[in-house]
């Protein structure tokens, strides 16, 4: 395992982080939907016996069961052995003392006394305002003097200014941004990425392969790196890139199976900083046009917008959108957008309540871009 530098903290985490949002779900004896633990935890432990000491989660995630199945995963020593991150949801924080008992809740889920890495979740311009208005900073500072967080983060979802925003309104330790070779001028951005790395601020990379879109190559993509002398796979290029950055300190990778797991550890020890080479990052400049003049919409299939009150299944309808479209399949009734419709999940169920575009990282015009993907697909 590669190690690097977490910017002016003074400690070192492995180039390969465990995201763990991704894992698969099952439903238990009472019909509730779980973390799959006996595919999560042989893939924590074996990522951790393989050198990674970073693990990321969150409140919401897999249903608000993800933290407790990462307890679970870290327990007969394995705690010991990482830094956790898990994030403070701030759609759950209408008052200050919310904050508190959220992180109470937190620790109980993750049973430790102390979490390393406490990020203000998914922030962008209007969550920031008002978790700021509600006392965050003296919220943040009162836990790390408490000692029940080690350092005080956040995760970012929206665009260049809001980052420069935030990032200059406290004294952050880290901050995590949506990051991969194809958002360069999108989110935080590569800009925002070297300003957080000129003051010394690490930064933590998620999606890195843009929530798997990047490890399936459509043929245009293909087509350029079977052209190109050095033969890597999808997911070798985008984390190649990715590491090859110096303000990087860990990317994230999110993986659903042991074989994922696997691949990418030994993706992760072949990269360093500086790794790309002028001929590479001009091939991955045709990569991301190759994408862009293919992609409908830039759904990272998250799921912050479901469950969505009238049970349109808005994370299929997009990637099925984008995918027919990538992979060149017709769009008009295709059967895979009939499957949704059958399962009365399709996109004219919308009643454009708008509960999702509050929530989406990407802000997608979420309710707009559903009228147009049923329209093409119907
Ligand atoms: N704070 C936030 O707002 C936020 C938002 C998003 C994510 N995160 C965190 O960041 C982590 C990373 O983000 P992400 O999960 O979106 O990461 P990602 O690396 O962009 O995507 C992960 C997905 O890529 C596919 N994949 C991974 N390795 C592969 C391999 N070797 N071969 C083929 N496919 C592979 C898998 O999808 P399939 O198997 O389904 O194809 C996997 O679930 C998350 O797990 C979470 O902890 C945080």
Known sequence: ??????????????????????????KNAEGVD???????????????????????????????????MLAHALRDGYREKVYIATKLPTWACNTREDMDRLLGEQLANLETDCIDFYLVHALNKGSWEKVRDLGIREFLDKAKASGKIKYACFSFHDGYDTFIDIIDSYDWDMCQIQMNY????????????????????????????????????????????????????????????????PEVATVLSGVT??????????????????????????????????????????????????????????????????????????????????????????????IECGACEGVCPQQLPIIEKLKQADEEMR
């Open 1 to 26: 395992m590669k190690y690097r530098q977490m910017g002016k903290l003074g400690i070192e985490v492995s180039a390969f982080g465990m995201g763990c949002m991704r894992f698969p779900m099952i």
């Open 34 to 68: 779980v973390v799959d633990e006996s595919v999560s935890t042989p893939v924590i432990r074996h990522a951790i016996d393989s050198g990674v000491n970073y693990v990321d989660t969150a409140y919401v995630y897999s249903n608000q069961k993800n933290e407790m």
């Open 182 to 245: 194809m958002d360069i001028e999108n989110q935080a951005t590569l800009k925002g990425m070297q300003y957080a790395g000129s003051k010394g601020i690490p930064v933590v990379i998620m999606e890195g392969l843009l929530g798997g879109k990047l490890a399936k190559a459509p043929d245009n993509v293909q087509a350029l790196y079977d052209e190109f002398p050095v033969k890597r796979s999808p997911v070798e290029w985008a984390f190649r890139w990715l590491c090859s950055q």
């Open 257 to 350: 199976n042991m074989e994922q797991c696997e691949d990418n550890l030994a993706i992760f020890d072949r990269c360093e900083v500086g790794c790309m080479t002028a001929e590479e990052e001009e091939l991955i400049a045709k990569v991301r046009d190759a994408y862009n003049s293919r992609t409908k919409i830039g759904c990272t299939g998250c799921r912050y917008c479901m469950p969505c009150p009238n049970d349109v299944d808005i994370p299929r309808i997009f990637s099925t959108w984008n995918d027919l479209n990538l992979y060149g399949a017709k769009l008009k009734e295709n059967g895979r957008y009939k499957r949704i419709i059958a399962d009365n999940h399709a996109a004219d169920k919308c």
